[in-house]
Protein backbone atom coordinates (compact mmCIF):
# COMPACT_ATOMS: atom_id res chain seq x y z
CA UNK A 1 0.00 0.00 0.00
CA UNK A 2 1.48 3.16 -0.79
CA UNK A 3 0.80 7.09 -0.17
CA UNK A 4 -1.97 9.08 -1.91
CA UNK A 5 -1.43 8.69 -5.38
CA UNK A 6 -5.00 9.83 -6.42
CA UNK A 7 -4.71 7.46 -9.78
CA UNK A 8 -5.44 4.57 -7.60
CA UNK A 9 -8.91 6.32 -6.60
CA UNK A 10 -10.05 7.07 -10.08
CA UNK A 11 -12.67 4.22 -10.23
CA UNK A 12 -13.85 4.76 -6.48
CA UNK A 13 -16.70 7.64 -6.64
CA UNK A 14 -16.04 8.75 -3.41
CA UNK A 15 -12.22 8.86 -4.31
CA UNK A 16 -12.05 10.57 -7.72
CA UNK A 17 -12.66 13.58 -9.67
CA UNK A 18 -13.39 16.32 -6.53
CA UNK A 19 -13.41 13.83 -4.33
CA UNK A 20 -9.73 12.98 -5.15
CA UNK A 21 -7.42 13.06 -2.18
CA UNK A 22 -4.17 15.65 -3.17
CA UNK A 23 -0.32 14.91 -1.98
CA UNK A 24 1.05 18.55 -1.29
CA UNK A 25 1.01 20.80 1.35
CA UNK A 26 1.53 24.39 -0.20
CA UNK A 27 1.70 27.83 1.52
CA UNK A 28 0.82 29.96 -1.70
CA UNK A 29 -0.06 33.56 -2.60
CA UNK A 30 -2.91 33.84 -4.61
CA UNK A 31 -2.41 36.01 -7.56
CA UNK A 32 -5.27 35.21 -10.55
CA UNK A 33 -8.15 36.97 -9.05
CA UNK A 34 -11.31 37.84 -10.85
CA UNK A 35 -12.56 40.53 -9.57
CA UNK A 36 -11.26 42.24 -7.07
CA UNK A 37 -11.01 40.86 -3.09
CA UNK A 38 -12.64 43.42 -0.98
CA UNK A 39 -10.43 45.66 1.04
CA UNK A 40 -12.45 45.08 4.54
CA UNK A 41 -11.94 41.43 4.37
CA UNK A 42 -9.78 40.99 7.18
CA UNK A 43 -9.34 37.40 8.65
CA UNK A 44 -8.85 33.90 7.42
CA UNK A 45 -10.85 31.30 5.83
CA UNK A 46 -10.68 27.43 7.18
CA UNK A 47 -11.77 24.25 5.94
CA UNK A 48 -11.86 20.94 6.83
CA UNK A 49 -12.56 17.83 5.00
CA UNK A 50 -11.19 14.21 4.04
CA UNK A 51 -7.96 13.66 2.34
CA UNK A 52 -7.21 10.38 2.62
CA UNK A 53 -2.70 9.53 2.85
CA UNK A 54 -2.48 5.89 2.67
CA UNK A 55 -4.33 3.02 0.40
CA UNK A 56 -6.33 0.86 2.50
CA UNK A 57 -7.90 -2.35 2.37
CA UNK A 58 -11.64 -2.90 2.72
CA UNK A 59 -14.41 -0.45 1.45
CA UNK A 60 -14.14 3.18 1.08
CA UNK A 61 -16.27 6.09 2.45
CA UNK A 62 -16.22 9.66 1.80
CA UNK A 63 -15.94 10.26 5.85
CA UNK A 64 -12.82 8.29 5.90
CA UNK A 65 -10.59 10.32 4.46
CA UNK A 66 -7.46 11.93 7.16
CA UNK A 67 -8.65 15.40 8.06
CA UNK A 68 -6.82 18.47 6.05
CA UNK A 69 -7.26 21.89 7.20
CA UNK A 70 -7.09 24.74 3.43
CA UNK A 71 -6.69 27.91 4.47
CA UNK A 72 -7.16 31.39 2.71
CA UNK A 73 -5.80 34.40 4.56
CA UNK A 74 -7.40 37.82 3.64
CA UNK A 75 -5.66 41.43 4.78
CA UNK A 76 -5.71 44.53 2.70
CA UNK A 77 -7.23 43.37 -0.97
CA UNK A 78 -4.77 40.17 -0.92
CA UNK A 79 -5.03 36.48 0.13
CA UNK A 80 -2.60 33.25 0.58
CA UNK A 81 -3.45 29.72 0.82
CA UNK A 82 -2.04 27.06 2.77
CA UNK A 83 -3.32 24.00 3.05
CA UNK A 84 -2.32 20.83 5.78
CA UNK A 85 -3.23 17.69 7.05
CA UNK A 86 -4.52 17.46 10.72
CA UNK A 87 -1.80 15.33 12.25
CA UNK A 88 -3.75 13.57 14.40
CA UNK A 89 -2.03 10.06 16.15
CA UNK A 90 -3.86 7.74 13.67
CA UNK A 91 -1.59 9.44 10.99
CA UNK A 92 1.32 9.79 13.01
CA UNK A 93 1.16 6.01 13.70
CA UNK A 94 -0.07 5.33 9.74
CA UNK A 95 3.03 7.50 8.41
CA UNK A 96 5.32 5.50 11.16
CA UNK A 97 4.38 2.57 9.27
CA UNK A 98 4.36 3.86 6.35
CA UNK A 99 1.04 2.18 5.59
CA UNK A 100 -2.94 1.96 6.18
CA UNK A 101 -3.46 0.95 9.62
CA UNK A 102 -7.06 1.40 10.23
CA UNK A 103 -9.60 0.38 7.75
CA UNK A 104 -12.76 2.75 7.36
CA UNK A 105 -16.09 2.95 8.63
CA UNK A 106 -17.54 0.57 5.76
CA UNK A 107 -15.55 -2.09 7.51
CA UNK A 108 -15.67 -3.71 11.22
CA UNK A 109 -13.61 -2.09 13.85
CA UNK A 110 -9.95 -2.95 14.82
CA UNK A 111 -10.62 -5.12 17.88
CA UNK A 112 -6.97 -5.30 19.11
CA UNK A 113 -7.01 -1.27 19.52
CA UNK A 114 -9.80 -0.14 22.05
CA UNK A 115 -8.41 2.93 22.37
CA UNK A 116 -8.88 3.42 18.86
CA UNK A 117 -11.23 0.90 17.63
CA UNK A 118 -12.01 3.45 14.31
CA UNK A 119 -9.95 6.01 13.22
CA UNK A 120 -9.88 9.69 14.46
CA UNK A 121 -9.34 11.80 11.51
CA UNK A 122 -10.57 15.37 12.66
CA UNK A 123 -11.89 15.43 9.31
CA UNK A 124 -15.30 17.03 9.91
CA UNK A 125 -15.71 20.38 11.29
CA UNK A 126 -13.01 23.28 12.57
CA UNK A 127 -13.68 26.44 15.03
CA UNK A 128 -11.67 28.81 16.61
CA UNK A 129 -10.94 28.66 20.26
CA UNK A 130 -8.64 29.54 22.63
CA UNK A 131 -6.31 31.12 20.14
CA UNK A 132 -6.08 28.37 18.34
CA UNK A 133 -8.00 26.16 15.21
CA UNK A 134 -9.76 23.17 16.85
CA UNK A 135 -10.70 20.45 14.43
CA UNK A 136 -13.77 17.57 15.77
CA UNK A 137 -14.68 14.49 14.05
CA UNK A 138 -18.26 13.40 13.21
CA UNK A 139 -17.98 10.05 15.64
CA UNK A 140 -16.49 12.25 18.20
CA UNK A 141 -13.36 11.89 19.59
CA UNK A 142 -10.24 13.96 20.95
CA UNK A 143 -10.64 17.49 20.00
CA UNK A 144 -6.92 18.98 17.98
CA UNK A 145 -5.51 21.90 17.98
CA UNK A 146 -4.00 23.66 15.16
CA UNK A 147 -1.66 26.98 15.15
CA UNK A 148 -3.85 29.61 13.29
CA UNK A 149 -0.65 31.04 11.81
CA UNK A 150 0.80 28.05 9.83
CA UNK A 151 -2.25 25.19 10.60
CA UNK A 152 0.45 23.28 11.90
CA UNK A 153 -0.92 20.94 14.80
CA UNK A 154 0.38 21.59 18.28
CA UNK A 155 -1.81 18.03 19.44
CA UNK A 156 -4.54 16.99 21.58
CA UNK A 157 -6.85 19.97 23.13
CA UNK A 158 -6.01 19.24 26.71
CA UNK A 159 -8.92 18.49 28.83
CA UNK A 160 -10.09 18.22 32.70
CA UNK A 161 -9.48 14.42 33.32
CA UNK A 162 -12.94 14.11 33.72
CA UNK A 163 -12.89 13.94 29.84
CA UNK A 164 -10.41 11.94 28.98
CA UNK A 165 -11.35 9.41 26.73
CA UNK A 166 -14.69 11.06 25.85
CA UNK A 167 -15.55 11.06 22.17
CA UNK A 168 -16.46 15.01 21.89
CA UNK A 169 -18.46 15.42 18.84
CA UNK A 170 -17.56 17.64 15.59
CA UNK A 171 -20.29 20.41 16.67
CA UNK A 172 -18.90 21.32 19.45
CA UNK A 173 -20.19 25.41 19.61
CA UNK A 174 -17.81 28.53 20.32
CA UNK A 175 -19.58 31.46 21.97
CA UNK A 176 -17.98 34.33 20.07
CA UNK A 177 -19.01 36.95 22.73
CA UNK A 178 -17.97 34.61 25.46
CA UNK A 179 -14.96 32.44 24.42
CA UNK A 180 -16.98 29.09 25.88
CA UNK A 181 -16.70 25.86 24.26
CA UNK A 182 -19.70 24.11 24.28
CA UNK A 183 -19.52 20.43 23.57
CA UNK A 184 -21.89 17.18 23.66
CA UNK A 185 -20.44 13.90 23.92
CA UNK A 186 -22.51 10.10 22.86
CA UNK A 187 -21.75 6.58 23.03
CA UNK A 188 -23.18 3.41 23.38
CA UNK A 189 -23.30 3.05 27.05
CA UNK A 190 -25.52 4.56 29.88
CA UNK A 191 -26.13 7.42 30.03
CA UNK A 192 -25.44 7.58 26.44
CA UNK A 193 -24.88 11.46 26.38
CA UNK A 194 -22.84 14.02 28.25
CA UNK A 195 -22.89 18.01 27.75
CA UNK A 196 -20.53 20.25 29.16
CA UNK A 197 -18.70 24.15 28.52
CA UNK A 198 -15.32 24.95 28.63
CA UNK A 199 -14.07 28.42 29.52
CA UNK A 200 -12.46 30.38 26.92
CA UNK A 201 -8.99 29.24 28.99
CA UNK A 202 -9.90 25.69 28.56
CA UNK A 203 -11.30 25.71 32.26
CA UNK A 204 -14.09 22.56 32.01
CA UNK A 205 -17.25 25.23 34.33
CA UNK A 206 -19.86 21.84 33.72
CA UNK A 207 -20.19 18.61 32.92
CA UNK A 208 -23.31 16.77 33.44
CA UNK A 209 -24.38 13.43 32.70
CA UNK A 210 -27.23 13.17 30.08
CA UNK A 211 -29.77 10.10 30.41
CA UNK A 212 -31.08 9.03 27.05
CA UNK A 213 -33.18 5.98 26.48
CA UNK A 214 -30.26 4.47 24.48
CA UNK A 215 -27.53 5.16 22.29
CA UNK A 216 -28.20 7.78 19.80
CA UNK A 217 -26.56 9.34 16.92
CA UNK A 218 -27.15 13.01 17.45
CA UNK A 219 -25.32 15.21 14.89
CA UNK A 220 -25.28 18.65 16.38
CA UNK A 221 -26.44 21.00 18.85
CA UNK A 222 -27.62 24.72 19.69
CA UNK A 223 -26.89 27.43 21.84
CA UNK A 224 -28.50 30.92 23.71
CA UNK A 225 -26.73 32.79 25.90
CA UNK A 226 -28.87 30.90 28.92
CA UNK A 227 -29.71 27.59 27.07
CA UNK A 228 -28.50 24.81 25.27
CA UNK A 229 -30.41 22.34 23.80
CA UNK A 230 -29.12 18.67 23.17
CA UNK A 231 -30.70 16.18 20.02
CA UNK A 232 -32.51 12.98 20.53
CA UNK A 233 -33.50 11.91 17.29
CA UNK A 234 -35.47 8.57 16.34
CA UNK A 235 -32.83 7.44 13.89
CA UNK A 236 -31.13 5.21 15.71
CA UNK A 237 -29.82 1.34 15.69
CA UNK A 238 -32.22 -1.63 15.15
CA UNK A 239 -32.14 -2.56 18.45
CA UNK A 240 -32.18 -6.31 18.02
CA UNK A 241 -29.53 -6.00 15.59
CA UNK A 242 -27.61 -3.74 18.24
CA UNK A 243 -28.27 -6.47 21.18
CA UNK A 244 -26.01 -9.03 18.24
CA UNK A 245 -23.10 -6.86 17.78
CA UNK A 246 -24.12 -5.22 14.62
CA UNK A 247 -24.94 -1.30 13.31
CA UNK A 248 -27.99 -1.28 11.58
CA UNK A 249 -29.78 1.90 11.11
CA UNK A 250 -33.29 2.21 11.63
CA UNK A 251 -35.92 4.72 11.85
CA UNK A 252 -38.21 4.33 14.78
CA UNK A 253 -40.84 6.51 13.04
CA UNK A 254 -43.46 6.23 15.99
CA UNK A 255 -41.12 7.71 18.18
CA UNK A 256 -41.13 11.56 19.03
CA UNK A 257 -37.91 13.55 18.21
CA UNK A 258 -37.00 14.82 21.37
CA UNK A 259 -35.01 18.21 22.07
CA UNK A 260 -33.52 18.79 25.87
CA UNK A 261 -32.93 22.33 26.64
CA UNK A 262 -30.49 22.54 29.68
CA UNK A 263 -29.41 26.19 30.85
CA UNK A 264 -26.22 26.58 29.76
CA UNK A 265 -24.17 26.06 33.26
CA UNK A 266 -27.13 23.63 33.95
CA UNK A 267 -27.55 20.48 36.17
CA UNK A 268 -28.90 17.10 35.20
CA UNK A 269 -31.97 17.87 36.72
CA UNK A 270 -33.08 21.10 35.10
CA UNK A 271 -32.88 19.54 31.58
CA UNK A 272 -36.32 19.55 29.99
CA UNK A 273 -37.29 17.28 27.09
CA UNK A 274 -39.37 18.64 24.31
CA UNK A 275 -41.41 16.17 22.06
CA UNK A 276 -41.27 16.96 18.18
CA UNK A 277 -42.57 15.36 15.18
CA UNK A 278 -40.12 12.39 14.34
CA UNK A 279 -37.18 13.54 12.02
CA UNK A 280 -33.45 13.29 11.34
CA UNK A 281 -31.30 16.48 11.29
CA UNK A 282 -27.55 16.88 10.92
CA UNK A 283 -27.88 20.78 11.12
CA UNK A 284 -28.60 23.70 13.12
CA UNK A 285 -29.03 27.22 11.42
CA UNK A 286 -29.31 29.25 15.11
CA UNK A 287 -31.11 29.56 18.29
CA UNK A 288 -32.85 31.58 20.36
CA UNK A 289 -34.92 33.19 23.61
CA UNK A 290 -38.53 35.12 22.41
CA UNK A 291 -40.55 36.15 25.23
CA UNK A 292 -44.13 34.08 24.85
CA UNK A 293 -45.97 37.42 25.22
CA UNK A 294 -47.52 35.46 28.41
CA UNK A 295 -45.07 35.88 30.67
CA UNK A 296 -42.69 32.59 29.45
CA UNK A 297 -39.59 32.09 27.47
CA UNK A 298 -39.74 30.23 24.46
CA UNK A 299 -36.63 28.92 22.64
CA UNK A 300 -36.76 28.39 19.07
CA UNK A 301 -34.39 26.51 17.03
CA UNK A 302 -34.24 26.51 13.05
CA UNK A 303 -31.92 24.09 11.17
CA UNK A 304 -32.49 21.59 7.84
CA UNK A 305 -34.05 18.12 8.88
CA UNK A 306 -34.41 15.53 6.08
CA UNK A 307 -37.82 15.91 3.65
CA UNK A 308 -38.96 12.31 4.45
CA UNK A 309 -39.03 9.98 1.71
CA UNK A 310 -42.86 8.99 1.05
CA UNK A 311 -44.33 6.88 -1.61
CA UNK A 312 -46.76 7.91 -4.50
CA UNK A 313 -49.59 7.87 -1.77
CA UNK A 314 -47.85 10.01 0.89
CA UNK A 315 -46.80 7.03 2.99
CA UNK A 316 -43.39 7.19 4.78
CA UNK A 317 -40.28 4.57 3.49
CA UNK A 318 -39.78 3.65 7.19
CA UNK A 319 -37.36 0.94 5.93
CA UNK A 320 -35.58 3.46 2.74
CA UNK A 321 -34.76 6.15 5.01
CA UNK A 322 -32.05 4.98 6.87
CA UNK A 323 -30.72 3.19 3.17
CA UNK A 324 -30.78 6.91 1.84
CA UNK A 325 -28.71 8.45 5.09
CA UNK A 326 -26.53 5.64 3.81
CA UNK A 327 -26.02 6.40 0.63
CA UNK A 328 -25.70 10.34 0.82
CA UNK A 329 -29.10 10.96 -0.60
CA UNK A 330 -29.84 14.34 0.40
CA UNK A 331 -33.30 15.89 0.48
CA UNK A 332 -33.38 18.47 3.25
CA UNK A 333 -36.25 21.59 4.38
CA UNK A 334 -35.81 24.40 6.53
CA UNK A 335 -37.75 23.86 9.72
CA UNK A 336 -38.17 25.92 13.05
CA UNK A 337 -39.08 24.38 16.27
CA UNK A 338 -40.61 26.34 19.48
CA UNK A 339 -40.08 24.94 22.82
CA UNK A 340 -42.42 27.15 25.34
CA UNK A 341 -40.16 27.15 28.90
CA UNK A 342 -43.49 27.80 30.01
CA UNK A 343 -45.95 25.52 29.15
CA UNK A 344 -43.58 22.55 28.12
CA UNK A 345 -44.99 22.85 24.43
CA UNK A 346 -43.52 22.52 20.98
CA UNK A 347 -44.73 24.07 18.37
CA UNK A 348 -42.79 23.85 14.71
CA UNK A 349 -43.15 24.55 11.42
CA UNK A 350 -41.40 24.28 7.48
CA UNK A 351 -39.82 26.91 6.58
CA UNK A 352 -39.01 25.84 3.34
CA UNK A 353 -39.91 22.53 2.16
CA UNK A 354 -38.49 23.29 -1.46
CA UNK A 355 -35.53 24.33 -1.63
CA UNK A 356 -32.84 21.56 -1.37
CA UNK A 357 -30.34 22.83 1.17
CA UNK A 358 -28.59 22.17 3.53
CA UNK A 359 -25.24 23.66 5.78
CA UNK A 360 -26.66 26.74 6.92
CA UNK A 361 -24.44 29.61 8.19
CA UNK A 362 -25.63 32.64 10.31
CA UNK A 363 -23.52 35.94 10.91
CA UNK A 364 -21.84 34.18 14.00
CA UNK A 365 -21.51 36.72 16.84
CA UNK A 366 -25.27 36.64 16.34
CA UNK A 367 -25.59 32.79 17.40
CA UNK A 368 -28.00 32.21 20.19
CA UNK A 369 -29.56 35.91 19.24
CA UNK A 370 -32.63 36.12 17.00
CA UNK A 371 -31.31 36.27 13.15
CA UNK A 372 -33.10 37.23 10.07
CA UNK A 373 -31.04 35.89 7.99
CA UNK A 374 -29.18 31.91 7.26
CA UNK A 375 -27.01 31.60 4.09
CA UNK A 376 -27.27 27.42 3.28
CA UNK A 377 -25.71 25.49 0.63
CA UNK A 378 -27.95 24.16 -2.35
CA UNK A 379 -27.87 20.17 -2.65
CA UNK A 380 -27.86 19.31 -5.96
CA UNK A 381 -30.11 16.18 -7.43
CA UNK A 382 -27.98 14.77 -10.08
CA UNK A 383 -25.51 13.06 -7.96
CA UNK A 384 -24.13 9.76 -7.80
CA UNK A 385 -24.94 7.58 -4.54
CA UNK A 386 -22.44 8.51 -2.26
CA UNK A 387 -21.16 11.42 -4.07
CA UNK A 388 -23.01 15.04 -2.80
CA UNK A 389 -22.59 18.06 -5.19
CA UNK A 390 -22.89 21.61 -3.39
CA UNK A 391 -24.40 23.06 -6.23
CA UNK A 392 -24.92 27.07 -4.84
CA UNK A 393 -26.79 28.87 -2.39
CA UNK A 394 -29.74 30.00 -0.72
CA UNK A 395 -30.00 33.30 1.21
CA UNK A 396 -33.40 33.18 3.87
CA UNK A 397 -34.71 36.39 4.84
CA UNK A 398 -36.99 35.22 7.65
CA UNK A 399 -38.72 38.55 8.44
CA UNK A 400 -39.68 38.52 4.52
CA UNK A 401 -40.20 34.79 4.36
CA UNK A 402 -38.15 34.76 1.24
CA UNK A 403 -35.34 32.78 -0.10
CA UNK A 404 -33.04 33.59 -2.71
CA UNK A 405 -30.88 31.34 -4.45
CA UNK A 406 -27.96 31.45 -6.72
CA UNK A 407 -26.32 28.49 -8.29
CA UNK A 408 -24.57 27.68 -11.89
CA UNK A 409 -25.25 24.43 -13.75
CA UNK A 410 -23.97 20.92 -12.75
CA UNK A 411 -20.34 21.55 -13.22
CA UNK A 412 -20.07 23.75 -10.09
CA UNK A 413 -19.18 21.83 -7.15
CA UNK A 414 -19.75 24.48 -3.66
CA UNK A 415 -18.46 24.12 -0.14
CA UNK A 416 -19.56 25.24 3.16
CA UNK A 417 -19.04 28.95 3.05
CA UNK A 418 -19.26 30.76 6.10
CA UNK A 419 -20.69 34.55 6.37
CA UNK A 420 -17.17 36.97 7.24
CA UNK A 421 -18.24 39.89 7.89
CA UNK A 422 -17.00 42.76 6.90
CA UNK A 423 -14.45 44.96 8.77
CA UNK A 424 -16.75 47.38 11.33
CA UNK A 425 -20.05 45.36 10.09
CA UNK A 426 -22.96 47.11 11.32
CA UNK A 427 -26.16 45.55 9.63
CA UNK A 428 -26.51 41.51 10.28
CA UNK A 429 -25.72 40.81 6.49
CA UNK A 430 -23.29 43.32 6.06
CA UNK A 431 -20.52 40.91 5.09
CA UNK A 432 -19.49 38.16 2.63
CA UNK A 433 -20.07 33.75 1.84
CA UNK A 434 -16.27 32.88 1.63
CA UNK A 435 -15.90 29.50 -0.02
CA UNK A 436 -14.12 27.05 -2.44
CA UNK A 437 -15.71 25.96 -5.57
CA UNK A 438 -14.31 23.50 -7.90
CA UNK A 439 -15.35 23.19 -11.69
CA UNK A 440 -15.69 20.10 -13.10
CA UNK A 441 -15.34 20.58 -16.56
CA UNK A 442 -11.97 22.64 -16.05
CA UNK A 443 -10.87 20.42 -13.27
CA UNK A 444 -10.15 23.49 -11.22
CA UNK A 445 -10.87 24.54 -8.23
CA UNK A 446 -12.04 28.45 -7.32
CA UNK A 447 -12.23 30.60 -4.01
CA UNK A 448 -15.61 32.16 -4.33
CA UNK A 449 -16.83 35.24 -2.37
CA UNK A 450 -20.34 36.63 -2.83
CA UNK A 451 -22.17 39.47 -1.16
CA UNK A 452 -24.15 38.12 0.81
CA UNK A 453 -26.49 40.69 0.53
CA UNK A 454 -27.10 39.93 -3.04
CA UNK A 455 -26.11 36.26 -3.74
CA UNK A 456 -28.30 36.00 -6.90
CA UNK A 457 -25.50 38.21 -9.06
CA UNK A 458 -23.06 35.42 -8.02
CA UNK A 459 -19.43 35.63 -7.03
CA UNK A 460 -17.99 39.14 -6.17
CA UNK A 461 -14.77 37.92 -6.68
CA UNK A 462 -13.15 34.22 -8.06
CA UNK A 463 -9.74 33.31 -7.35
CA UNK A 464 -8.14 30.65 -9.14
CA UNK A 465 -6.57 28.08 -6.33
CA UNK A 466 -3.11 26.56 -7.09
CA UNK A 467 -4.22 22.96 -6.85
CA UNK A 468 -7.49 21.62 -6.63
CA UNK A 469 -9.02 21.59 -3.58
CA UNK A 470 -11.07 18.40 -2.47
CA UNK A 471 -14.70 18.73 -1.48
CA UNK A 472 -15.07 18.86 1.98
CA UNK A 473 -17.50 19.81 5.23
CA UNK A 474 -17.24 22.41 7.41
CA UNK A 475 -15.39 25.65 8.00
CA UNK A 476 -14.70 28.69 9.68
CA UNK A 477 -14.44 32.41 9.16
CA UNK A 478 -12.03 33.73 12.18
CA UNK A 479 -12.06 37.61 11.98
CA UNK A 480 -9.26 39.57 11.76
CA UNK A 481 -10.19 41.34 15.42
CA UNK A 482 -10.47 37.25 16.69
CA UNK A 483 -7.28 36.40 15.94
CA UNK A 484 -6.16 39.22 17.65
CA UNK A 485 -8.56 39.11 20.97
CA UNK A 486 -7.84 35.39 20.95
CA UNK A 487 -11.53 34.02 21.13
FE1 LIG B 1 -21.83 18.36 10.26
Request: charged letters at 20%.
Given at each position: ?????????S???????????????LT?D????E?E??????????????N??????????WF????????????????????????????????A???????G??D?????R???????????D?????????????L?????????????????L??????????????S???????????????KEAP?????V???F??????????????????????????????????????????????K?K???T???????????????Q??????????????S?????DD????V?????????R?P??????????????????????????????????G???E??I?????????????W??G?K??Y?W??????????E??R???????????????T??????K??????????????E????????????D???????T????????????????MP?R????????WV????L????
Open positions: MGATDTNAFEIPVLSGGFAPIAHELLTDIGIPKDLTGMYVRNGPRRFEAPGRYHDGDGMLHAVRFKGGKAQYQNRWVMTDSLQEEIAGSALWQIKPPRKDPDMPMKNTSNTVKFYAGTLVTMWYGGAVYQCRPDDLSTMGKAVDPRLAGLPISAHKVDQRTGEFLFFAYGYMHYGMDRGKLKTFIPVQLPGPRLPHDMAITPNYSILHDLPLFYDMDAFAAGRHLFHHLPSRFGVVPRHGTPEIRWFEASATYMYHVNAWEEGQGGEIVMTGTPFLRDHKGTLDVAGFPKMLANLEHDFQFHEWRFNLRTQTKRVDDIVNQEFPVINCMQYTRSNVLMGRLNRADPFCGFARYDLKQDTCTFHAGVHWFSEAPFAPKDNWKEDDGYLVGFMWDEKNQSYLIFDAHDISRGPVCKIRQVPNGFHATSGERARGY
